[in-house]
């Protein structure tokens, strides 16, 4: 189909075609919203405010773009908001330790993965709206996107602070394109938050790190303590952190809106390997996976703190398919 053909139709078609190419290119959703000040900025504004941000120091820095992100992109009109799927099986090892479900260890990293698929609907959309730019999103820039993501409809932010698409849950990438075509999408009223009166997410945190609804203390999260803290994993985290040693899923399996998958996919080596793993191994198997941000060291630091207690304490439950 010609880009004429596809513009013929007026908006709503230019809008609907690439609706249908981001399925088809596996994406669970894609909503529209435009470039103006993100819903829950001054929430975000807040929370660094109070210096819950632990050391991730980058979060502080571009707040004015963050607040006006039509700055990304000279001319931007449009915010689209994908939702890229990742498996609720749980990674593991022969003895079966875990690592969190987004990292996808035997893949190449999500960030240039999505990459990849956004780049065929920037070349749709370049087809439908010639002369347009664009500009593709994935954790690379100071976005706020589940504030976009909200506001485009496909989701509403649940008091674990993952956007939360029912039907499908949280368990999944997000990813953003902002572009300067003119793509004629309606205005969406942000979905209402269904949370009701559940609390399993805050409840199950092992850490305390949810220490309310919507509201993350970052220095006691056990994903940013087993992947952004640079320092040595502690040793009381070791019975924290269970069997997962990538990462933590917890609050995300309490949620009712996600599938139970009491199960998980042997993908990696077991952890006696990777204590042995020399840098160049572990950059031949693991350098362009999600594992590269944590290094090696992290990892074996993460490992050793769960070794530190008693492996019965925390022997895992899940089940090998």
């Known amino acids: 189909m010609s880009s004429a053909e596809r513009s013929a139709g007026g908006g709503q078609d230019m809008i609907s075609t690439i609706v249908n190419k981001a399925k088809d290119l596996g994406f669970i959703t894609c909503g529209f919203s435009s470039p103006e000040r993100p819903l829950y900025f001054d929430k975000f504004r807040d929370w660094l405010s109070d210096g819950k941000n632990a050391d991730m120091s ?25 939702a890229y799927p990742y498996p609720s099986q749980k990674p593991g090892t022969p003895e079966g ?15 240039v993965r999505l990459k990849g698929l956004c780049g065929e609907l920037v070349d749709l959309i370049g ?13 690379s820039a100071p976005i706020l996107e589940r504030s976009f ?7 509403f932010i649940g008091k674990n602070n993952m956007l939360i698409i029912p039907g499908h849950g949280s368990y999944f990438y997000l990813a953003e394109i902002l572009s300067t075509a003119n793509l004629e999408f309606s205005s969406t009223e942000p979905m209402e938050n269904q949370c009701g009166n559940c609390t399993r997410c805050i409840d199950s945190c092992p850490t305390g790190a949810l220490e309310k609804p919507f509201y993350l203390d970052a220095s006691k999260c056990l994903s940013y303590l087993t992947i952004e ?11 924290k952190m269970g069997d997962c040693f990538f990462g933590c899923d917890r609050c995300q399996e309490a949620c009712p809106f996600n599938e139970d998958d009491a199960s998980m996919q042997i993908h990696l080596p077991a952890t006696d390997a990777f204590l042995q793993m020399n840098d160049k191994e572990f950059g031949g198997r693991f350098g362009h ?33």
């Open 149 to 155: 993501a909200s506001s485009s409809g496909i989701g």
């Open 229 to 239: 803290d640079k320092g040595r994993t502690k040793r009381d985290m070791g019975r």
């Open 127 to 139: 087809e439908i709206c010639p002369g347009s730019e664009s500009r593709i999103c994935v954790d």
């Open 58 to 82: 980058w979060l502080e820095r571009n707040v004015e773009i963050r607040e006006h992100p039509a700055s990304l992109l000279k001319g931007c009109k449009a915010v689209i908001s994908l």
């Open 289 to 321: 996976t999600a594992f590269a941000r944590a290094g090696l060291e992290k990892l074996k630091s993460n490992i050793q703190a769960m070794r530190a207690h008693d492996e019965t304490a925390f022997r895992p439950k899940l089940k090998a398919s």
């Open 97 to 111: 330790f875990t690592v969190s479900r987004y990292s996808q260890p035997t893949q190449e990293d999500y960030h």
